[in-house]
């Protein structure tokens, strides 16, 4: 089922490891021009352009984009006890991974008189996408609003796909988990429509522009998230799911098949890769993720991303191969069933999230590990990190000199403006030492 690429004997440099690395055909930069058009038409129609890319895109015209507070109020009373105890875990355990990731604010003396103030200051308000094309993700709602609490954020709209099955609404479980957290501005909306809504706002909803949009979603939102970066902060390019798994001879072949099924249900466009440097392994657990397709509950669409151009085996020489691949592959979610894996844990610096051992499958990070399932795919992981308070944040350093550090520092302003050409910037500083009035006080 899987399609095998052989890269032993081949020279690893990073261009020939991506030249031959699986990739999708379908991509943010493919679909730009035509998710720039969508932004645009919600920027200059609103709630009509939202009503019919609905129609046109999700599960049909909702009753109303603005859910009523009463209706997500209700969702969260009516969610079912073993769904509320699932939830409230993984609330728990991400609010605790959320919290270890604050800074305290740190003061640096440079001199008597001279510091400077690091501090962390929450944004004002945020628009958090939860998809809901192919799957209910009551789990990202989670995802995206815990650590934008824990940062601070006082302001949370969410916004989620109708659902065709619920008459255009949404999803009465992701509304339960926004109810849950006390999230009660919720659209339904999807796609890059929504995320051009959060963005920009819409007049006739009263959706007031946030300051930053987060969350996962088909490749669509993510070329929509880059279209708006720059008039928002974004978190990253969570596009389609992906998972690489580096395993050895001793790793067994149907949890590895196992584990590349459970991201291949996601999406059609999922992409599921194997990176190994034994030829037994790789077609035990090829036989293996044939056999399991064939009688998991989305087969269709786990054949269909399983046997496309994104998915495939990677064989390789030895376990420096394996970790030259990954880097360079920078996988949304990276598994490694190796024995002793923690000396190659400590290479594989590019990926979204690593899960070390049999014992931590991708799924647990899905739902329950404490970690965040919002990460970085299509190569992103290189230089975008997955979702933590950090992108709720913004960091602001306060200057606090008195007169007699200024006055230490004059020289060095002087002659750093004047090699500039920028001789105005000098001679601010030797006003406070030059006025008929003598010295400012500090």
Not at 46 to 68: C, M, S
Not at 194 to 218: C, R
Not at 334 to 356: I, M, R, Y
Not at 375 to 392: C, D, H, K, N, Q
């Amino acid at each position: 089922m899987l399609r095998t690429i052989d890269l032993r004997g081949s020279a690893l440099d990073a261009a020939t490891i991506r030249a031959a690395l699986p990739r999708p055909v379908d991509d943010p930069g493919s679909v730009q021009s035509d998710v720039v058009a969508l932004i645009e038409d919600v920027r200059t129609r609103g709630e009509a352009a939202l009503l019919e890319q609905a129609d046109r895109f999700d599960g049909g015209r909702p009753p109303a984009i603005r859910v009523p507070i009463a209706d997500v109020v209700a969702a969260e009373q009516a969610l079912p006890p073993d769904i509320r105890s699932a939830l409230e875990t993984t609330i728990e355990r991400v609010r605790a991974a959320s919290r270890a990731q604050l800074s305290e604010p740190t003061t640096t003396r440079l001199g008597d008189g001279a510091s400077i103030l690091q501090r962390w200051l929450p944004v004002r308000r945020v628009g958090l996408y939860v998809p809901g094309g192919r799957a209910v993700y009551p789990s990202s709602v989670v995802m995206n609003v815990v650590p934008a609490q824990v940062a601070g954020v006082r302001a949370i709209a969410l916004a989620t796909p109708a659902q065709r099955d619920q008459g255009g609404r949404a999803h009465p479980v992701v509304l339960g988990a926004a109810g849950l957290l006390g999230v009660h501005e919720v659209y339904v909306m999807g796609g890059a429509g929504a995320v051009g809504a959060l963005a920009h706002g819409v007049p006739g909803l009263d959706l007031q522009p946030v300051d930053v949009v987060t969350g996962p979603g088909n490749v669509y939102v993510a070329a929509a998230k880059r279209a708006v970066a720059g008039v928002v902060g974004i978190d990253s390019e969570a596009g389609p799911t992906e998972i690489l798994v580096i395993a050895d001879d001793a790793a067994d072949p149907e949890l590895v098949a196992a584990d590349l099924i459970s991201q291949a249900e996601h999406d059609v466009l999922a992409a599921a890769v194997l990176v190994t440097d034994s030829p037994r392994l790789a077609a035990a657990v090829d036989e293996a993720v044939a056999r399991r397709a064939a009688l998991t509950f989305h087969a269709d669409r786990v054949r269909t991303a399983l046997t496309a151009r994104q998915s495939g085996i990677l064989l390789v020489d030895d376990r420096a191969a394996a970790v030259a691949v990954s880097n360079a592959y920078a996988p949304e979610h990276l598994e490694v069933q190796t024995v002793d894996p923690w000396p190659l844990v400590a290479e594989l610096t590019e990926a979204g999230a690593v899960f070390v051992g049999a014992g931590t499958p991708v799924s647990l990070g899905d739902y329950a590990a404490g970690s965040n399932h919002v990460l970085p795919t299509g190569g992103t992981a290189r230089f975008a990190a997955g979702l933590s308070v950090r992108p709720f944040l913004r960091q602001q350093q306060v200057v606090d000199y008195s007169l007699e550090a200024l006055r230490a520092a004059r020289p060095v302003v002087r002659a750093l403006a004047d090699a500039e050409g920028l001789p105005a910037h000098g001679d601010a500083v030797d006003a406070r030492f030059s006025s008929p009035s003598g010295p400012h006080p500090s």
